[in-house]
Structure formats: C-alpha cells, structure tokens
C-alpha cells in the first residue's frame, strides 16, 4: 500500500504532463496560450515557459526536466520556427525520448518540414542563417533538419484559416487525458474535492526523512476516515428518509382499514338490530329462524367489503 501511494506522489510531483514546444514571436499568446490554458481547464499540468517559469530559476535545466517528466509532447511549427536554436533543440531531444509527440503545422504544411533535407521549403533560409552565422556545426544542423523532417510524418494537426480552434483545442484535449499515465482516463460525474487531503499527502513526503513513511500512512488514513464518515453521513441520511416514508404509508393503511372495519360493524348492527325488531313484531315466525336469517344477512353484508 505505501509503495502505491510513494507512486502516486511521484506522478503529482512531475513538473508536467504536456510540454509545448513553439515559437514565441509567433505562437506564445496565440494558439500556445489557448492550447496551456485549455490543458490547465481540464486537470492537467502543460508546461509553457511564459506562464510556468519563475524568476530565478535555470531556463535550461528546467525546460529539460520537463520535456523528461511530460507524458505527451506538443511541437507547434510556425512559419519562422526554424530560425529558433532553441526550438530545434527542445524538438530533437524530445524525439530522441521517445515520448508520443503530436506536430501542429500553424499556417504551414507537413511538406514543407519534409523539404528541410533537400534545402527547399519555407525553412531553408532559416538554416541558411544558421550556417552564415557559425555558431552550430554541420552536425547540430543535419540534426535539427533530420529532426524537421521526422516530425513531419507523424500524425498531427494542420491549422489554417478553415479550422476552427475550438475543435482542434478539444481534440488536443483528449488526446492528452489518453496519453498521460499509459491509459484511457475518464472524469467523473461527480468529484470529491481533495485539495486539503492532497496537501497533507504532499507535506512531509521527503524520502529522505526518518519519519516520511509514518506521515504517509497518517494521512492517507486521515483521508479514508474523511471520506468514509462522508459516505455514512450520506446513508444513515437516505435510511431515515425511508424510515418516515414507510412510517408515513403504514399510517395512512392502518387509517383506511380502521374507517374500513368501523363501517362494517355499523352496517351489521343495523342489519341485527332490524331483524330485532322484526322478531319484537312477528309472531307467526320462531324468533330462532329469525335471529338465524338476520344473522346470516349481517354476515354477508359485512363480507362484501
């Protein structure tokens, strides 16, 4: 038990699920943003550097930590995506982890990353710059080109001005929620607010402390008793409502039989007490017979109901 929850810690701590790779001139408060935005909507962790970087902190070594941690990686190629080092950098690694990646051709087609080898397409200029400047050797250039041109036969989106986003963001969407942990993940109807119960799983979850294993257990039973006194609350409150609605039926069934019985008696002690009186005023007939007959109709009167 405490090794499955040491993993569920593991996978809350990862820096992301998703990791967008763009170019900012081009994407970062445009399709980027939504695509951060839409992700962050649904429950997920997207990682784009604008909204999750914080001052201080190594741009490099954290951007790789994320692509490492992410579960899916999203490669946005805008028109002037290649004239980025850093972009090209942050495409190779990622397909080199083998990480299930999706490719978004904003305004551009998968042909034209194709054409990267040959030198031709939009891109070329952008590698020519590259190798004016000097700063990349031959190798880290066939590299980028190489990363450009696989990229460009995996399955993606293109996004012209005929797509609405709505539909694309809905798409990415679910793609990410199948992809992060390896399998299908379904939201339910009805969620149970874990926040508090969360942070105090987090809290004192260091492995390097003495005590982190006790922590663990205390508040995943902490947890537990949480949500099952919850779970009875919940019951004990449905038992009592049918508890009344039952008392309430049986109430009104013995009143219906009462008013029932009463009426029966009434009309067989009319029905005695005419035959009474016909015995008082007859002397022809035995009383015996009489009372017999008056009997017997009473008898029938009261079982007709």
Known sequence: MLMKIRVCLKMLC???DVFINHRGLDVKHKLAS?????????????????????PGVAIP????????????????????????SRCLDELSFMLR????????????????????IQGKGIYADAFSEHEKKGR????????????????????????????????LLKSICNEALQTRDGFPVKIARFLIRTDEHMSRLL??????????????????????????SSMVDRVRGSVSACLN??????????????????????????????????????GDEPIDELIERGMKRAF????ED
């Open 14 to 16: 990862r820096k992301c």
């Open 34 to 54: 939504n695509i951060y935005f839409a992700l962050d909507a649904i429950g997920l962790r997207p990682f784009l550097d604008v909204e999750v970087l914080e």
């Open 61 to 84: 070594s954290t951007i790789q930590e994320a692509m490492t941690s992410a579960s899916l990686h999203i490669s946005i190629l805008s028109h002037n995506y290649a004239q980025s």
């Open 97 to 116: 982890t083998g990480t299930k990646t999706i490719p978004i051709f904003y305004h551009v087609e998968p042909s034209d990353a194709q054409w990267v």
């Open 136 to 167: 990349f050797g031959s190798e880290k250039i066939e590299e980028w080109k190489r990363a450009l041109h696989d990229i460009s036969f995996l399955s993606g989106h293109v996004v012209n001005d005929d797509i609405a986003e709505g539909r």
């Open 203 to 228: 809290a004192d979850t260091d492995e390097e402390s003495e005590n982190s294993e006790q922590d663990v257990e205390e508040s995943a039973s902490e947890c537990s008793d949480d949500i099952l």
């Open 245 to 282: 609605r039952v008392e309430v039926s049986v109430n009104a069934c013995l009143d219906r039989v009462e008013g029932s019985v009463a009426k029966c008696v009434d009309r067989a002690e009319g029905s005695v007490n005419v035959y009474l009186d016909k015995v008082e005023q007859s």
């Open 300 to 303: 029938i009167w009261f079982t």
